[in-house]
């Protein structure tokens, strides 16, 4: 057994490192530092989407990943020893894997940092609510800042859709009659009034032939 001197927690930002001295002040364990990426997630229902966690293992190798689910604010486990457990997610497949890089501007701190990616490749109504992502080594443990998921129902949005295209054509098709109205209906009126206002002309003139003209001079004279 060890004889710890001291034991501190010092708290960064969303960081939380824990430290372990020894008496001689030889030995030095740090526990895991993680980060989120983003608070709030977002996706349709059976799209995909990706809750990831950011893991600075430092001093130690293969800290052990928790992703858990806060749910009527009760933490679950969703991934634990290897291992998916939870009823929500037998019809929602996960995917965890684990990316190493270099860190050379903390190399004396840190060799490697670790992403820990919780995919969803079919997200369910049900799978909405907060997640976490937890990590444990020699020296404890830390976890990161809830991240919310928020799914959202397709057709709803596909009948929000229907109805804007809908209240969209009305307007256009209201629009496209006032301007009927105000041009090509007033003008044809304009034309029907001129129409009546032309003059009639007096057809009821008296023509005649040149033979019957003849026939009347030569009626004259027997008379």
């Known amino acids: 057994m060890k004889n710890i001197n001291s034991h501190f927690w010092t708290v960064l930002d969303r960081f939380v490192i824990c430290s372990l001295l020894s008496v001689a002040g030889k030995s030095t364990a740090f526990?895991?530092?993680?980060?989120?990426?983003?608070?709030?997630?977002?996706?349709?229902?059976f799209e995909s989407i990706e809750l990831t966690c950011l893991i600075e293992s430092i001093s130690t190798n293969n800290p052990r990943i928790e992703w858990k689910k806060i749910k009527n604010g009760v933490p679950s486990y969703?991934?634990?020893?290897?291992?998916?457990?939870?009823?929500?997610?037998?019809?929602?497949?996960?995917?965890?894997?684990?990316?190493?890089?270099?860190?050379?501007?903390?190399?004396?701190?840190?060799?490697?940092?670790?992403?820990?990616?919780?995919?969803?490749?079919?997200?369910?109504?049900?799978?909405?609510?907060?997640?976490?992502?937890?990590?444990?080594?020699?020296?404890?443990?830390s976890k990161c800042s809830p991240q919310t998921m928020e799914v959202y129902d397709l057709d709803i949005v596909g009948i929000?859709?229907?109805?804007?295209?809908?209240?969209?054509?009305?307007?256009?098709?209201?629009?496209?009659?006032?301007?009927?109205?105000?041009?090509?209906?007033?003008?044809?009126?304009d034309h029907r009034e001129t129409n009546?206002?032309?003059?009639?002309?007096?057809?009821?003139?008296?023509?005649?032939?040149p033979d019957e003209g003849h026939f009347r001079h030569k009626s004259s004279f027997v008379i």
Not at 34 to 43: A, D, I, M, N, Q
Not at 168 to 187: N, R
Not at 196 to 209: E, F, G, I, L
């Open 78 to 141: 969703v991934y634990f020893q290897n291992k998916i457990s939870g009823n929500m997610f037998f019809l929602s497949l996960i995917e965890l894997m684990t990316v190493y890089k270099l860190n050379s501007a903390e190399a004396a701190l840190s060799d490697r940092t670790q992403l820990s990616i919780a995919k969803f490749r079919s997200v369910k109504k049900e799978d909405a609510g907060e997640y976490y992502c937890q990590a444990r080594n020699e020296a404890g443990w």
């Open 31 to 45: 526990a895991v530092i993680l980060r989120t990426t983003e608070k709030s997630v977002w996706t349709n229902e």
């Open 196 to 209: 009546y206002k032309v003059p009639q002309h007096d057809n009821r003139m008296d023509y005649a032939s």
């Open 160 to 189: 929000f859709l229907k109805v804007l295209g809908g209240v969209a054509a009305f307007i256009f098709v209201i629009v496209g009659i006032c301007q009927i109205q105000k041009s090509g209906y007033c003008s044809c009126k």
